[in-house]
């Protein structure tokens, strides 16, 4: 059977409902929709990522089926380039176009156009990895994939079920295996010694304080976190104290539900099944654990947040310190990404005190990375618990041939090289980023609440708004979508009302992932945050309505 037959015959094993086509967009994390509906597009992300990959001479590219904080009966995919790092944004519009082919012939016809496009030699070899979350229809969207690979003769590796993280992490690998970049053990056995190692050597004159509970959203975090608990020292040794909790993977309707990074967030308090007493450290992963946030109750019982902008500005402050402390500062510009999400008082503290850099970027973790990528050492998390921390290639040769001067610069270089390993760099990760935060307090000797005195944020509201059409809500390229370019008039109206509030700021943009326009405003108390939020929602209202 020719290349052809075979992509088209497999093709016809997994058709598009008519009412769907033209309705699938590749979005910030790829596809994510009602699982039902994705076998045909599984099955063509798996043809994107054969051509990719003969495209990039052979380089394995990652697939990875999950919907993160989704509600259950969700999926989604995505790709991971060779490096670890999202697809390029310049391929995002093939993944769309191949999903949305209305016939076997049409789709067969926009993969020849893909192969002309890029010259690409169907004859030579094409490598895949991918993994899957814990969603009861993954196995089902498995076979879509597998359908793809087998039709188009690419060479798989199924990782079976996987944090995201973990996938980025060997997918980078893979592709770096006997180079000078190696960047670790191909296997998820590699990926728990290379963070463990790397958090024993950072935690060789420190001890963790009180215990942690994690709440792994009953997704695939709770298990790879108990896994990656085996390889770290016991508490009796200086280790973590943790305690898992949310971890049930077998009731798949549990999944996300009251429970996680994302219900933390946006509801501002802990999951109502936490049994945490006041001060008690406590985090919560997404439900693929890309995501993490911590809190604690203070002693007046209040919920505290300490979200991506605290995770920050903390490991900031920590590597801004170790590289001067090691005597470093000179060779390496550390800097800070954040999304017009990110809370002012953070963006006044990174610049004022910590006398850092900061760039804004549109929202979306492949917008940070990038811009993370152009400083020595970048720092990017969204508020949302997105993030990780980039090292340049000058920056780790710089740390690994530097010669300290003193025993001190020895040891904050120890504890600098080992973060260089303990930070997943392909992609923000709950684990490791766990790892980080809890290195980080034990170093500082910090509790949550000294954690969060270091600065106080200004209060906000986040405001979801339903229109006719949110697509009309676009924003002014370079603003990192911090001011609307249409409906016409809509920004100066919004600007009239921000003037009128001390310490004011707000913005709305159409969210990439529901059909819906979302505004943040902050202010200098409570009510004129939540005012300036109403206001500025009206506004939004009213052109969304025109
Ligand atoms: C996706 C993005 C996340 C972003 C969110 C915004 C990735 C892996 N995920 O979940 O970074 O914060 O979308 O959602 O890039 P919104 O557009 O609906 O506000
Ligand atoms: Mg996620």
Known sequence: MSHDEAVKEASAKHTTPA??????????????MKAKILDSVVYRVGLLASLRSRKLNGQTIGVMITASHNPPEDNGVKLVDPMGEMLEAAWEKYATQLANADSDDHLVHVYNELVKTFKINLDAPARVIFARDTRASGSRLVECLNDALTAT????????????????????????KGTQDEYGEVSEKGYYEKLAAAFKQAMEHTKPQGHLTVDCANGVGGPKLRELLKYLPSPADGGLDVKVVNDDVHKPESLNHQCGADFV?????????????????????????????????????????????????????????????????????????????????????IQKNLGLQIVCTPTGVKHLHHAATRFDVGVYFEANGHGTVVFSPSALKSIHTHQPQSPAQADALTTLIALTDLINQTVGDALSDLLLVEVILAHKGFSCAEWLQTYTDLPNRLVRVEVADRNLFTTVEGTAERQLATPAGAQKDIEKIVAKYKDGRSFARASGTEDAVRVYAEASTRAEAEDLAAAVAQIVRKYGAK
């Open 153 to 176: 003769k690419t060479e798989v590796t199924d990782y079976r079920i996987l944090t995201t993280p973990q996938l980025h992490y060997l997918v980078r690998c893979v592709n770096t």
């Open 19 to 32: 009412e769907l086509v033209g309705k699938f967009q590749y979005g910030t994390a790829g596809f994510r």
């Open 265 to 349: 967030k946006t509801g501002q308090r802990a999951p109502p099944s936490s049994k945490a007493g006041p001060g008690d450290r406590c985090c919560s992963l997404d439900g693929d654990a890309d995501r993490i946030v911590f809190y604690f109750q203070d002693e007046k019982n209040v919920f505290r947040l300490l979200d991506g902008d605290r995770i920050a500005t903390l490991a900031a402050s920590f590597i801004a310190e170790l590289a001067r402390q090691s005597g470093l500062m000179d060779k390496l510009t550390v800097g800070v990404v954040q999304t017009a999400y990110a809370n002012g008082a953070s963006t006044t503290y």
